[in-house]
């Protein structure tokens, strides 16, 4: 992964709604991503993996405060 980048990984996204919903989160709180895949590709419930500008390393908490507790889903930053 290039310097300056962080791996979001969000597991138990049941649905493409879910895809969807995680998104949004990114986008209210003005994150910068690339939607890397899911693994599996093509049932549920999938793992999903995004690049996250390092810039928002201050807000890592923030994201997975709103991905974990209020909608459920596991989510992690990975090194």
């Not at 590709?41 to 928002?56: G, I, K, V, W």
């Not at 405060?65 to 992690?76: I, M, V």
Request: charged share 35%; proline share 4%; no cysteine.
């Amino acid at each position: 992964m290039p310097a300056g980048e962080m791996t979001l990984r969000v597991a138990n996204v049941r649905d493409e709604k879910e895809l969807e919903l995680i998104r949004d989160v990114l986008d209210e709180l003005g994150a910068e991503y690339e939607y890397l895949g899911s693994e599996p590709e093509d049932s549920f419930p999938q793992t999903a993996y995004f690049e996250l500008s390092a810039e928002l390393a201050d807000d890592a908490e923030d994201i997975l405060a709103r991905l974990s507790t209020e909608h459920g889903f596991d989510a992690e930053i990975l090194d």
